[in-house]
């Protein structure tokens, strides 16, 4: 592993040891910016994010959702809604996330880290956008 990686693996461990349970994605978020990351970009059904850092870009694969060829879900902002509100509330993991966000029909989101905001994005080109609170950390 470059020092991009392990400065992001070192930097992820920071953030869950200091993110409350509920409403911890801004902490989360704000850890990474002040570390030098200014996007994060998931691709829902592979389950792979993208974080660009100031020591370049550092690929993490997850646990794929799919496999093969499947139909994508319409985009459904209400559901998307829900699976944000659950996990802001602490009600939800990570992975229980990714997984309300492909059942809303989200092919990819955007978390832009300098204007904080992510952007969710269906596969016909619906969106909803989202800005979350500053924190001090």
Same mark, same amino acid.
């Not at 994060?40 to 496999?67: F, H, K, W």
């Not at 969710?120 to 609170?133: C, K, N, Q």
């Given at each position: 592993?470059?020092?991009?990686? $392990?400065?992001?693996? #070192? $930097?992820?461990?920071?953030? #869950?040891?200091? @993110?409350?349970?509920?409403?911890? *994605?801004?902490?989360?978020? %704000? !850890? ?6 200014? @996007?994060? =970009?998931? +691709?829902?059904?592979?389950? +792979?994010?993208?974080?660009? $850092?100031?020591?370049?870009?550092? /690929? &993490? ?13 319409? *985009?459904? @902002?209400? #559901?998307?809604? !829900?699976?944000? @509100?659950?996990?802001?509330?602490? %009600?939800? $993991? *990570?992975?229980?996330? &990714?997984?309300?966000?492909?059942? +809303? ?5 955007? &978390?832009?880290?300098? +204007? =904080?905001?992510? /952007?969710?994005?269906?596969? %016909? ?8 609170? /500053?924190? %001090?950390?």
């Amino acid at each position: 592993m470059g020092s991009a990686p $392990t400065h992001l693996q #070192a $930097t992820l461990e920071r953030a #869950a040891a200091i @993110r409350p349970k509920v409403g911890g *994605f801004p902490h989360l978020a %704000e !850890t990474l910016r002040q570390a030098g990351v200014s @996007r994060c =970009r998931m +691709a829902v059904p592979s389950n +792979a994010m993208l974080y660009l $850092t100031d020591l370049g870009p550092v /690929a &993490v694969q997850g646990e794929p959702l799919i496999a093969g060829m499947v139909d994508a879900a319409p *985009f459904d @902002r209400e #559901a998307l809604l !829900t699976a944000l @509100r659950l996990d802001q509330a602490g %009600e939800s $993991t *990570f992975p229980e996330f &990714v997984q309300g966000c492909w059942n +809303a029909g989200v092919i990819w989101y955007d &978390v832009d880290l300098h +204007a =904080r905001t992510c /952007a969710y994005h269906g596969a %016909e080109g619906d969106s909803y956008v989202e800005a979350y609170p /500053a924190v %001090e950390i």
